[in-house]
């Protein structure tokens, strides 16, 4: 992903950690800005069949009324959620979804998240979570 898009979302720090869990092969990943969570990116699978609001559902911090994609994305000033192409887990008959989700930031601008979240889940649907996971 490009820094100058992301970067909007983030506070000036003095200190950035990272902490990274995995659910069952789901993915969640913290950053955090001086002791504060900021950002929570994850990548999840979820039963075939499903959509991104029912994703969506449950995790939102806000009421989420935005999409693209005939639905494929969801988003609103600070959050957004996807869809990928293609990351199947046939033996498991589930697919793979992402969320950005920037809890601790002040920066809201749709249209910044809308582009967030679809360059984010292009970017896993390359990565090893769906090439070496989809089975």
Excluded at 26 to 38: F, G, H, P, Q, T
Excluded at 75 to 99: H, I, M, P
Aim: aromatic residues 8%; charged residues 25%.
């Amino acid at each position: 992903m490009n820094s100058d898009e992301i970067s909007p979302f983030f506070p000036t720090g003095a200190e950035i950690t990272t902490q990274e869990e995995d659910h069952l092969g789901s993915v969640i990943c913290k950053v955090i800005v001086d002791k504060k969570l900021i950002l929570t990116a994850t990548q999840a699978w979820v039963t075939e069949g499903k959509t991104t609001a029912y994703f969506a559902s449950g995790q939102t911090l806000e009421k989420i009324s935005l999409s693209s994609n005939a639905g494929k994305y969801r988003f609103s000033g600070n959050e957004g959620f996807g869809k990928t192409e293609d990351c199947v887990r046939s033996k498991n008959s589930q697919e793979l979804y992402t969320a950005l989700q920037f809890q601790g930031s002040k920066h809201n601008d749709s249209d910044a998240m809308k582009h967030l979240i679809i360059s984010y889940t292009k970017e896993v649907e390359s990565s090893s979570q769906c090439t070496t996971d989809a089975s």
